[in-house]
């Protein structure tokens, strides 16, 4: 790795940066013997002349300084800010030595070369994150840009790039921020999540105005920044009239869920779920590790709220059953659709209507099997019926053990199996349920990849 210094470093970690953020789109092609083992891939022209300019950079003093989350976290990033179809390169470095040490520079493309065109300085610890939007429709992208100032604060900055010059829109702290569009009249808008002097959660709605970014009105949330910031979440979603709404969670120590549910009323940022009574959400539940999302498909966002299942082996109550709860632009709540979620196991099952405070469960473990049986409540003293099992099989001989008795497949995943089987009790019960139905109410629990939030 000596041999290679520090422009072979930065050969190395731009063409990287090319064959991640473009998807190979630069049409760059690498072939490796033996003999080229300690050599540098041999990059076109154009790219070339772009590692040298950022070897400039990195011999003044500088080091790489990539964004430590969001979704573009790569030290080199390739995007089209200019909206001509020739990609720019946006490049992240930190020099302590300077008064203002982390700096993003843009260099523009042309058919054989990259040229410096800007460069966007900043103070303190790291950038923490970068986002590109065209906020305002004329097909230039802005940058909003997250930085690290100290252990406790982040500053948010929203540039706009006038004749290759980057021009202040918006600064301001914050602890969470969305770019979406709630008034729909096809530009984006940002909303930004801080604590005002009082330490009160603020939402601030920016909206265009005289060629920038202006706050156009602001909405107390329910949570503080610190339940907002740890397990906390913004999501873009639909009310069930078809408004866009920003769907915010934060997570209290106990742990809860506290649900705000932003949108826009007569041109201002309400939240539509606020207890007129309390003055904050009235979406406050117990925290399961889920989060607002479209459920059953219908493009309508649904809120999460455990309810508690009584469990038939041991009597205890666990919060096994999820309602999900869509909600219009008054704050009026509907059932969408109840789940059942066997989280040990990686998979949920949605529950017919009929279903609803008819059934119980249990669960058990054998080698290598892990069983959920569902059970018609008992009435009148009698003891409860099961008539559905699903079964997560691991281990050896996993093929054979899926077609005992009456089991079918519901899922083959690498290691588990999962099966189901109709147990007696479900042909006479008026709520029985077949194979298929089985299957198209079975998924599996979607592993989240996340790098960070903005």
């Known amino acids: 790795m000596k041999q290679w210094g520090r422009r072979g470093l930065a050969a190395l970690m731009l063409a990287l940066a090319l064959s991640g953020a473009t998807g190979c789109s630069a049409g760059l092609s690498f072939t490796l013997n033996p003999q080229d083992l300690y050599a540098l891939p041999k990059l076109p022209a154009k790219y070339t002349a772009l590692n040298d300019r950022l070897n400039a950079v990195l011999e003044s003093g500088a080091e790489y300084a990539a964004p430590a989350s969001g979704t573009n976290i790569q030290p080199v990033q390739m995007t089209d800010l200019d909206g001509d179809g020739r990609e720019e390169a946006v490049a992240f470095f930190r020099n302590t030595a300077d008064e203002k040490p982390l700096k993003i520079y843009i260099f523009t493309g042309g058919d054989d070369t990259y040229e410096p065109a800007a460069v966007i300085e900043g103070s303190g610890t790291a950038i923490y994150s970068v986002a590109y939007n065209d906020l305002d429709g004329d097909g230039r992208t802005e940058l909003a840009v997250g930085w690290r100032v100290n252990a406790d604060l982040l500053a948010l900055t929203v540039y706009a790039l006038r004749a290759d010059s980057p021009v202040e829109l918006v600064r301001t702290d914050y602890v969470r921020y969305a770019i979406t569009d709630l008034d729909q009249n096809g530009l984006q808008e940002l909303v930004v999540f801080r604590a005002n002097e009082e330490g009160e959660g603020i939402a601030d709605y920016y909206g265009w105005q005289e060629g920038g970014l202006a706050v156009k009105s602001s909405a107390r949330i329910s949570m503080t920044m610190a339940e907002l910031s740890q397990q906390g979440r913004v999501n873009s979603g639909t009310l069930a009239d078809g408004v866009p709404a920003l769907f915010v969670t934060g997570v209290t120590e106990v742990p809860r869920a506290i649900t705000d549910i932003l949108a826009l009323r007569n041109g201002e940022l309400t939240n539509v779920v606020v207890s007129d009574t309390t003055g904050v959400s009235a979406e406050i539940a117990p925290f399961c590790s889920l989060y607002p999302a479209d459920i059953n498909g219908d493009g309508i966002t649904e809120v999460p709220r455990p309810e508690p299942l009584p469990n038939w ?9 999820i309602d999900w709860r869509s909600y219009d632009s008054r704050g009026n709540a509907t059932l969408s659709q109840s789940t059942y979620y ?31 049986t569902f059970y018609i409540a008992g009435n009148r003293g009698q003891p409860p019926e099961p008539f559905l099992r699903i079964i997560a099989i691991t281990g050896a001989n996993r093929e054979n053990r899926t077609v005992r008795g009456g089991r079918f497949n519901l899922s083959r995943q690498q290691g588990t199996f999962y099966v189901a089987e109709l147990l007696e009790a479900n042909s006479s019960w008026a709520y029985g349920v077949t194979q298929d139905e089985v299957r198209e109410a079975f998924s599996l629990i979607a592993a989240e990849w996340s790098v960070g939030e903005n």
């Open 342 to 372: 066997s989280t040990e196991d990686g998979w949920y099952l949605r529950l017919r209507d009929d279903w609803r405070d008819q059934i119980l469960v249990g669960r058990s473990s054998l080698q290598d099997e892990t069983a959920v």
């Open 313 to 321: 082996h041991d009597g205890d109550l666990s919060y096994q059953r």
